[in-house]
Structure formats: C-alpha cells, structure tokens
C-alpha cells in the first residue's frame, strides 16, 4: 500500500491551493483519512481529517479556509485551502488508517511530503 500526494507549489497570500492523495494496492478498507503539516524542527500537526462516511474535522487555525473531502471509489483524500496565509507554508503529509489485503489489522500509512510555499 502506498499514498501518493500532490499539489502542492507556490502562490501568493489570500490565494488558493488544493492537494490531493491517493492510496493504492491491495486496500479492503480505509478509515480516517487526513493531512497533517510540519516545519523542521517541529512536530507534525493535524490539520484536517475526514471520516469513512465523510465527517471531517479541522485545526482550529484553518477552521473556515480549508475543506476536506474524499472520495471513496478513488481511495483519495482532497485538501481545498483558501485564503492562504504565511503561516500555512509548510510541508503536508496525507495519513490514512488502511486494512491491506490479506491483513488482519488497520495500519498506518503516511504519503511523501508536499510543499506549501505561501508568498507576501
């Protein structure tokens, strides 16, 4: 099982971002889905999850300016950012609690960061 996530790149501030990260090989099932950020040096932080049936959940800091979704039949995981901010420029990691095939226990699995650069 692997997560690849992409769209991350420059923009200026106010502007708009979206990422998305997709799950592949042998999956039965996938729980919680979310993207977390990180500078260096820091620990990772949640910045927004969404549920099987699509309850999301957000940091209080992007509460407002980002939505999540996914889609299912994708075994994708979206991140819209709106209005950016100086503070968002980070990298992102995509996260997602997965049954593989033949197993008999959720795991974890984390995609390859995507950078946020946000310009003033």
């Known amino acids: 099982v692997q997560l690849q996530a992409s769209g991350g790149g420059l923009v200026q501030a106010g502007g708009s971002l979206s990422l998305s990260c997709a799950a ?64 968002d420029a980070r990298a992102y990691y995509c996260y997602a609690n997965i049954l593989g095939g033949g197993s008999q226990y959720y795991d974890d699995y984390w995609g390859q960061g995507t950078l946020v650069t946000v310009s003033s």
């Open 24 to 87: 592949s090989g042998s999956i039965t099932s996938i729980r919680v889905m979310a993207w977390y950020r990180q500078v260096p040096g820091k620990q990772r932080e949640l910045v927004a999850s969404i549920t099987s049936t699509g309850s999301p959940d957000y940091a209080d800091s992007v509460k407002g300016r980002f939505t999540i979704s996914r889609d299912n039949a994708k075994n994708t995981v979206y991140l819209r950012m709106n209005n950016l901010k100086s503070e």
